[in-house]
C-alpha cells in the first residue's frame, strides 16, 4: 500500500519500511500483521515478506536514497507456531539480531527461495488465490503466482542491490525461477493456477 505514497510522502514510505523490517523474524518470514509495537501473527504465508524487498526497490529507485539500505535494524526473536496450528498470536519482542535493510531483504529472498519438485517456489499456507491456502499446508505446493512475484521482485531489487555477490545470486535465482515457470507453470496458452 506504501507504493501509492511514493510520490507524495516518500518520508513516510521510508519510516514504513524500516517499521516493516523490524517486523522480521531471524527466520526471514515477517508478522502478516500487527498491532504496534509487535503484537501480530506469525503465519506459514510466504508471499507477504516478498513485499519488503519488492517495495525497497521501488523506494530506492524514485528517491536515488540508497542509503536507507545501510540502516541497521533487529529481528523479531523467532516464536514457533505450535504443531499443528496454522499460525501464532502474540507480543513478539525484538531479537538480539541486527542487520542491515539490505540484510532483511536478502534474508526475506532466501527464506522465500523454497522450491518444489518442479523447481518452484513452495507457497506455504497462502496465496493469493484464497482457495488454494490449503495447498502448501504440507509442504509440497508450489505456486506460479509467488515464482512470478518472486522473479520481478528480484529483478527489481538486483538492480540497487549494494553487494555484488547479492545481485548475483538474485539473477541466478530469477534465472532458475524463469525456466521452471515456462517449463511447468506454462502450458501452450496460459500460466497454470497452481
Not at 504465508?45 to 528517491?63: G, M
Not at 539500505?69 to 516464536?79: M, S, T
Request: overall charge negative; charged content about 25%; some cysteine.
Amino acid at each position: 500500500d506504501m507504493l501509492a505514497l511514493l510520490h507524495t510522502e516518500p518520508a513516510r514510505v521510508r519510516a514504513h519500511l524500516l517499521r516493516c523490517a523490524a517486523r522480521q523474524f531471524e527466520a526471514g518470514d515477517v508478522l502478516h500483521w500487527w498491532h504496534e509495537p509487535a503484537t501480530g501473527v506469525r503465519t506459514r504465508i510466504c508471499d507477504d515478506l516478498l513485499f519488503l524487498p519488492w517495495v525497497a526497490a521501488a523506494y530506492v529507485k524514485h528517491t536515488g536514497d540508497g542509503a536507507i539500505l545501510d540502516e541497521v535494524i533487529p529481528y523479531l526473536e523467532d516464536v514457533e507456531i505450535p504443531e499443528g496450528q496454522e499460525d501464532v498470536y502474540k507480543e513478539m519482542k525484538a531479537g538480539n539480531a541486527v542487520e542491515s535493510l539490505h540484510g532483511h531483504c536478502m534474508r526475506a529472498f532466501r527464506h522465500a527461495a523454497r522450491t518444489g519438485s518442479h523447481g518452484l517456489l513452495l507457497m506455504g499456507t497462502g496465496d493469493w488465490n484464497d482457495g488454494m491456502d490449503r495447498v502448501g499446508a504440507a509442504g509440497r505446493g508450489e505456486s506460479v503466482w509467488l515464482s512470478q512475484f518472486a522473479v520481478a521482485c528480484a529483478g527489481a531489487y538486483r538492480e540497487i542491490a549494494p553487494v555484488e555477490a547479492d545481485a548475483a545470486w538474485l539473477e541466478a535465482l530469477s534465472r532458475r525461477l524463469r525456466i521452471a515457470l515456462e517449463v511447468h507453470g506454462w502450458d501452450g496458452n496460459w500460466y497454470l493456477d497452481t
